[in-house]
Every structure is written in C-alpha cells, then in structure tokens.
C-alpha cells in the first residue's frame, strides 16, 4: 500500500466520511424534500456536518462559528421567514405525483456532471495543503491577530457593507410599515 | 493498571476515555437534574409556606426518582397529524444541547472534559440547538399552541442570545482569552475581590437577566406560559418524551449556573481549610496578647493539614465551592421564579433590545477604555470595582 | 438617557423589593401545611358535610319526628323518609330515613326547613366509598355520626323562645363518649310515650330524683321497656342491626312525595 492511501484507514477519514456523506445526502434532501420546514432543518444538519468535518481539521473556531452563525443564526431566521409567509401555504397538501424524469431532467443531469468534473479538476490541480495535524494556525488569537493587521481592510469593508446592508434593510421594511 | 492503560493503542484510548468522560458528564448532569428539580419544588414550597414534596424519602428529596419512575412507564400519546420524526427528535437535540454546554465547564482544577481554545464561543454555539429543537417539537406537534410556544421560544432565544454573548465580552477581554479555564485562573490569580463579580457587575446583571429569557424561565417563560399557551412547545408531549424536555430544563438551568459562576465567581477557586485556618489565625495573632496562644494553635493547625493544599484534597475542595456557587446561582433562578410575575411579549423584546444590548455594549466599551488605560498607563486601576477597593486600601496583589 | 437610567433603578428596587418579601416568606414563616393523612384538620364550624340526624343525649330518642319537611325542602330530592305511626305511642316513627350522599349538594335546606333541630350539618369527612352505589347513608349511621354534634339539653322547637335559629350551624358540643345515654342499647329509638323516665348516666342525675325513688328499680322498669319495645314499635332501629322492616305498615314511600 503506497503511503499516499494509508489516511483510508485511518479513524480520521472514516469520520470525515461519515461526516461528508451526512452533509451531502442532507444538502440533497434539502433540495428535493416537500415540505419547505423540513428544508430548513435539513439545512441546518448540513451545516453541523460541515461544523464538524472543520472540527476534525482542528479548526474548532471556525467549527463554532459555523454552528453559531448557520446552524443557529441563519436557519432560525429561515425558520421565521417561514412562520411569516403563511402557514396556509406551507401545510399545502402533497402535490399529485410529479413524473420522475423529464426531458429537462437530463439537461439538468448532463449540467451537473460537467460542473461536478469541473470542480474536480480544479480542486485536483489546486494542490491545496493538506490539514495540518497541530491546529495551531487557528487559534482564536491567531484569527483575530490577523484579522486586525493583514486583513483590517478587507475586515472593515464587510462590516461597512454589512451596516449598509442593514440600514437598508431598516428602510425597506420601515417604509413598507409607513405604507400600511 | 497505569501500565496496562499505556499499553493499550492511541485510537482506543481516545475511545476510552471520551466513552468514560461522557458517561460521567451524563451521571452528573442527571444527578443534578435529580437535585434541582426537587430544589425547585421546595423552594417554591418555602415561599409559600407549604413543604413541598415530604413522602419519598429524605423528607421528600428523592422525589424525583419515583417521578422519573412514573414517567418511564407512562404511555406516550401521539396526536394524530404529528410530523413523526421532528416530534420524535426534538426532545433529544434539547438535550443534546443541554448536555453539551458541561463539556467545557471546568468543574475543579484542571476539570475539564475538553479543554477547548474557543470555550464561551461553543456554549454559545450549542445554544443554537435549543432553538431548533424548540422549533423542531412545536412544528412536529401539529397544535396551534405548541407553535405559538415555539414561535415566541425562537424569538425571545435569538434576541437574548446577541445580548448574552455581549455581556460575556466584557469578561473576555479582561482575560484575553475565551477559554474557560483560563478565566478562572484569572481570576485566581486576581484574589477574591478580583472576581469578576465586582468589574463587571454590568456584565453580571445583564448576564443574569439574559440567561433568564435565554432558558425561558420565569419571568421569561413566554414560551411555555402555561396561562395562555397550556404548556407552550411541550403540550402534545407524554411519558418519557416530556421527561427529557423536563431534563432539558434543569440540565440547562444547572449549566447556565456553572457558567455564571465560572465567569463571575472565579469557578472552583476559594479558600480551602487550610488556608482558613491560617488567615482565622492572623487575625487571633494580630488582635492581641491575649488571643496569641490560641492564633498560634490555629496556624499550627493550618500547618498541620497543609496536605490538603495539594493534590486530590485541592481538587475536592475545588469541586466543593464550585457546586456552592453553581447553585447559588441555581437558587437565584428559582428565587426570582417564584418572585416576579411574566413579563409581556412586547416587554421581553423591549428589555432585550432597547436596554440590555445598549448596556451591554457600554460595558464592552468602558471595560475596552480601563483596560487599554491599564495596559498603556501601567499602575492606574484596572476597572471601576478595582478602582474603588485599591481606594479602600484592600487590594490584595 | 436620564430616563432610562431612572426606568432601570426603579425597576431594580421593586425587584430586591419582590425578592427580599418572597425571602422573608421562605425563611421566617414556617409552613402551614397539615400532613393529611397523619394528622387532620379540624374544619371550620361552618363546614357544610353530610346532613346527620340529632339524638336527644338525656333520652336516647331522635329529635325527628317524621314530618317531612326536610323532604320537601331538599331541592336534589336525596332524602328517603319512610314512617308509620306507633299505635301506642301514637307518634310518627320513621322506618327508613337515608340521604343519598352521591347527590346532596350540601345545600343546607334540609337544616333551614327542620323545625325540631333533629339534622345537622356533620364536620366528618372520609366518608368516599369505591362504588356511588354504596354512598346512601342509613339512619343508623346517620344516627351514630350525628351522636357528637348532638347535646344533653333538649333545645326543643325552634319556635321556642331563645333557641338557636335554624340557619346559625351548629359547632361541635363536646359530648363525649361518656355523655352517651346508651346503657340500654335504645340509643336512636322513636319517641316514647309520655311518662317515659330514661335511665341517666352518674353526671347526670339530679340529686333529688336520687333521694326521692331509689336508682335500683330503675334499670329494671328500662329493661322490661326495651324487652317490650321492639315487639311494639318495629320502627325502633338499635344501632347494631339493620332497619327493621315494618311488616305491614307501608304508610311512607321513598321519596315522601306523597307522605301526608
């Protein structure tokens, strides 16, 4: 066995399989599944997987912060969206039976497989460093260190875009609430 | 046995050990769900002058295992039209939750089960997960007041938890760290009047109140007022199902405790005996002639136990005084409980963003101005309670 | 700004207000609760419980005298009267009195409507049964229950001047088991002709009755009575045995609709 496949065996990457493949079956029922609550929930099982293949890397910050901020944040606010847009609608009963594949079925399957060699080809051609074993580049102070010297502008940048993103949220629904 | 634990392989040690720590993060956090729900009635007992549950043993303190008993063998009714797999999940992702924020508390010196760099991050992370678990049981019920329960549970959860993670924020950046262990060597180092009690007793309030409205509990319990929405997320629940949401509740309860006193409180750090008896004996030394024999005995004494500064002794004691202040914080809850009415809705969001999360960034902002005067000006006092006790004369370091 | 501050120690200081009450509750009041089942409570001396029958403690006889007014007057229609007259003492005596407690509503009516303080609202409770069938009280409990809410002196009609009005509830008198005029064993008989002397316990029996006829012939003209009694009036109920059934006399029917 070459030294290159000795990881296979490792508990390492059955974890991480086990990981990848609850993270990609859950993004696909994600997609597919009826009923759109369960497309959230779905949504956030994706991200504690994605939360834990970081963990696996030693990555833990990262980790929490994908659970805080997806797995919390954001699913609670498509959660909301949901509450808000009518329960009528959502508990619609099942639609009759949709035809399995049609003829934009295969189209969507061909464009899937090209994208899908295309990313292989370049994840495959990037070379990107393997995980390192000591986590000690992501240290919460590592991460802040170098988030307010080598990269305080484009720090600022989002945050400055976030606040816009804000205030416009402000007046789009305050203007919305004049209007009422 | 130690040579036959080095013995064995890496892998199956990790294994071992995780297996073992769980197992006991379990064991006490149903001990201590066993403790404090009985705690919980008595307390409520005693401020209504009744005695609360007296006929199962120990004056009533085991009651929750015959509970716990009955809701073993209770039948679980399912409503119909339940969405079957979110109802099924939801008590146990709250527990998981639940469960997990002990993974990190350091329970004694060097007692923790995971000794993670991100620590306040992770709690606050898992908290996520009680509000998916919320959403999960009142959606999968299929009744309108479980989700008018979940609805207000997932409202009021992520409006506190901005306020909660900046009310921790003060406490952060005066360690410089978000481990949790270092905070409460930080705070060891600090001496009892430098707990963060005293510093940040803005932090303090607003963390109180904020992990309140975070556990929905009284005067928060919008989420299961049992006067308006029968038991809120929990209604359709039965038997066992209901059981794990009730452990859920005290497990969390007893958590949020253990936070508090880890952040505030200095954790497991306080005097053990032998450190008692020497300062008891200073003080008989230094108010007289007379009392010298007597001073001298007691710091003879201190000496003589001096073996209880080190090793297992250490750590029990640490223990010790950190279950004190875990549950004097987890009595402060069941105080105000059973003192203050609920609050409205509109009032919870009010408190939550236009006063706490204002208040909280203050703190953030006059603990960022001490502290940038202290590490630039070295000698100026630290924080205001600092600054008041090095004006009395009673700084210790 | 100012306001809130303001808002916020107000706030503050109702809440150590709210605390520091419910504190001083839980540490300085001791518990007021009764362990039931070990201890008791005694209830209040206006307790509504189950309507029991009076017994004259110096006679030995019901105060009832089979009117029927409180089975008129009770409005749930629970109360069972079933009487014949005594052909010696020419008095009403009741066969069957029974209250089904499975339906009285505790209203109190039968009380206001007795005219001869024979009911009395009763301070017992305990008194569940498993099955509602078994929940109809028979004169003879009702009798023996009502035995420690009954006194020695007779008050009489109610029309009699300075007795208690009907509707003031009766407390507890205090009687004792040695207050119980029941050597005999006539205890809840009917009413006696007149002329009639009862046998009296020592505490009361008046000195000069003492002095006047000696107390030995006594007990023998009671136990000719009592021999004689229960062959002439069959309504006459001893504690210890059922109702006796009056063979012939069916001049009451159960619910005393028609009892006139």
Not at chain 2, 180 to 188: F, H, K, P, T
Not at chain 2, 237 to 249: D, H, N, Q
Not at chain 2, 254 to 274: E, H, K, Q
Not at chain 2, 288 to 299: I, P, Q
Request: glycine residues 8%; hydrophobic residues 50%.
């Amino acid at each position: 066995m070459s030294p290159d496949y000795a990881y296979l065996h490792s508990g390492d990457f059955i974890i991480f399989a086990l990981l990848a493949i609850v993270a990609l079956v859950s993004a696909f029922q994600m997609v597919i599944v009826r009923l759109i609550t369960h497309a959230a929930l779905f949504m956030a099982l994706t991200f504690t997987a994605v939360a834990g293949i970081f963990l696996l890397m030693q990555a833990e910050f990262v980790a929490a912060i994908q659970i805080l901020v997806y797995a919390g944040a954001i699913t609670t606010m498509v959660i909301f969206a949901i509450m808000l847009s009518g329960l009528r609608d959502i508990k619609a009963e099942r639609s009759q039976q949709v035809r399995r594949f049609g003829r934009s079925d295969y189209f969507v399957f061909v464009v899937g497989l090209i994208f899908a060699a295309f990313m292989t080809y370049i994840y495959v051609g990037a070379h990107l460093p393997l995980s390192q074993p000591n986590g000690s580049m992501a240290t919460v102070k590592a991460i802040g260190t170098s988030l307010f010297t080598t990269y305080v502008i484009p720090f600022e940048a989002a945050s400055l875009l976030l606040l816009i993103a804000m205030v416009g949220a402000i007046i789009l629904t305050a203007k919305e609430a004049d209007q009422q | 046995m130690v040579a036959l634990w080095n013995n064995l392989p890496h892998l199956v040690q990790i294994w071992l050990l995780g297996l073992g720590k769980g197992s006991l993060i379990l064991v006490w956090c149903l001990a201590n769900f066993a403790f404090a729900m009985v705690l919980e009635r008595k307390v409520s007992a005693w401020m209504q002058n009744r005695v609360g549950p007296w006929r199962s043993g120990l004056h009533g303190w085991l009651q929750a295992i015959p509970d716990l008993l009955k809701l073993f063998v209770k039948e679980y009714i399912e409503p119909r039209n339940v969405d079957r797999p979110l109802f099924i999940l939801a008590p146990l992702v709250g527990f998981l939750s639940a469960v997990l924020i002990w993974l990190i508390v350091p329970i004694g010196p060097g007692g923790t089960a995971m000794n993670l760099d991100i620590g306040i991050i992770f709690i606050a992370a898992i908290t996520g997960y009680d509000v998916i678990a919320i959403f999960m049981a009142g959606w999968g019920s299929n009744n309108k007041y479980s989700l008018l329960g979940a609805m207000r549970g997932a409202a009021q959860m992520i409006s506190y938890e901005v306020t909660l993670v900046m009310s921790i924020i003060g406490v952060v950046m005066m360690v410089g760290s978000l481990r949790l262990s270092d905070i409460v060597e930080a705070q060891v180092n600090r001496g009892f009047f430098g707990w963060f009690l005293l510093p940040q007793i803005i932090g303090f309030g607003v963390f109180i109140i904020a992990s309140l409205a975070e556990l929905n509990r009284a005067p928060f319990d919008l989420s299961e007022a049992e006067s308006e929405l029968v038991s809120g997320y929990h209604t359709e629940y039965s038997g066992f199902r209901w059981a794990v949401f009730a452990l859920t509740e005290y497990i969390h309860l007893v958590g949020w405790s253990s936070i508090a006193a880890t952040l505030f409180l200095g954790g497991w750090s306080g005097p053990n005996l032998p450190q008692v008896l020497q300062g008891l004996g200073n003080i008989l030394n230094g108010l007289g002639a007379f009392t010298n024999v007597a001073g001298d005995a007691v710091s003879n004494a201190a000496v003589s136990i001096g073996f209880m500064n080190t090793g297992m002794w250490a750590w029990a004691v640490g223990f010790i005084w950190f279950a004190l202040k875990t549950y004097l914080f987890v009595f402060l809850a069941m105080w105000i409980r059973w003192t203050l009415p609920r609050v409205r809705i509109d009032q919870l969001m009010d408190l939550g963003w236009k006063f706490l999360l204002p208040v909280s960034l203050f703190n953030i902002f006059l603990t960022g101005v001490l502290r940038f005067v202290a590490v630039n000006y070295n000698g100026l006092p630290v924080s205001l309670g600092s600054f008041t006790l090095r004006l009395l004369g009673l700084w210790a370091n | 700004m100012t306001n809130m501050i303001g808002e916020a120690w107000r706030a503050g200081k109702s809440f150590v207000t709210g605390l520091n009450i419910t504190f001083k509750e839980m540490v300085f009041r001791p518990a007021i609760t009764v362990f039931y089942p070990d201890e008791l409570d005694t209830v209040p001396a206006w307790f509504r419980g189950i309507p029991l029958l009076k017994t004259d403690l110096l006679t030995g006889e019901y105060n009832c005298t089979s009117c029927g007014l409180c089975v008129e007057a009770c409005p749930v229609n629970v109360i069972t009267l079933e009487w014949h007259q005594d052909p010696i003492t020419k008095k009403k005596v009741a066969d069957r009195y029974a209250i089904d407690m499975s339906r009285c509503m505790l209203c109190n009516y039968c009380i206001e409507a007795c005219p001869f303080d024979a009911l009395v609202m009763g301070m017992d409770y305990e008194l569940c049964k498993v099955d509602p069938e078994n929940m109809v009280y028979e004169m003879e409990y009702l009798l023996r229950l009502g035995l420690k809410y009954s006194s020695v002196a007779q008050p009489g009609p109610k029309a009699k001047k300075g007795a208690l009005p009907p509707w003031v509830f009766h407390e507890l008198t205090g009687a004792t088991e040695e207050d119980i005029q029941d050597e005999a064993g006539f205890l809840g008989r009917a009413p006696q002709a007149k002329g009639y002397t009862p046998v009296l316990k020592a505490q009361y029996r008046k000195e000069e009755t003492v002095v006047d006829q000696p107390p030995a012939p006594a007990p023998a003209k009671v136990e000719a009575k009592v021999a004689v009694a229960p062959a002439a009036t069959p309504g006459m109920v001893p504690p210890d045995q059922p109702p006796a059934n009056p063979g012939g006399t069916e001049s009451g029917n159960k619910d005393g609709e028609e009892a006139e």
